[in-house]
């Protein structure tokens, strides 16, 4: 069978927020040192909660590149258990997020303090040349 001139270039970057090992302090937390590179266009994602977030009347927002560009800040009781919160980028252009330089997640936690919280943050992207 020959080879189709079309090549697979979707990629997934997975997160793992755990309070266990980030803590939840007001501010911003580094998700990990995994970088995503320089030239690479979120396409969609989401984030899937393993355990309940709990803080008051936390928010919760996770960057790239700006200001809440992968989940603006969301109000802490809508990080439940079992959970699958959507991400800004959806598969559109006007919501795509492109890296100019290797990005890490961050996650920024305002309002109160986290005091419990697990979850998994998946993010598909294309690198093109």
Excluded: R
């Excluded at 979120?42 to 928010?59: E, K, P, R, S």
């Excluded at 959507?86 to 890490?104: H, L, R």
């Amino acid at each position: 069978m020959k080879a189709s001139a079309l090549e697979n270039y979707m990629k997934v970057a997975q997160y793992e927020y755990d309070f266990a090992k980030h803590g939840g302090a007001i501010g911003a937390i580094t998700i990990d040192p995994k970088l995503l590179p320089a030239g690479a266009k979120v396409l969609a994602g989401m984030i899937d909660i393993t355990t309940t977030f709990v803080g008051a009347t936390a928010t919760i927002a996770f960057s790239l590149v700006g200001a809440g560009d992968v989940k603006t800040a969301t109000a802490v009781a809508s990080f439940a258990a079992d959970a699958l919160l959507d991400v800004v980028p959806a598969w559109t252009a006007a919501t795509a997020i492109k890296v100019a330089a290797n990005s890490s997640l961050t996650m920024t936690v305002a309002v109160a303090a986290l005091t419990a919280g697990k979850c998994t943050i998946n993010l598909f992207y294309i690198v093109t040349e």
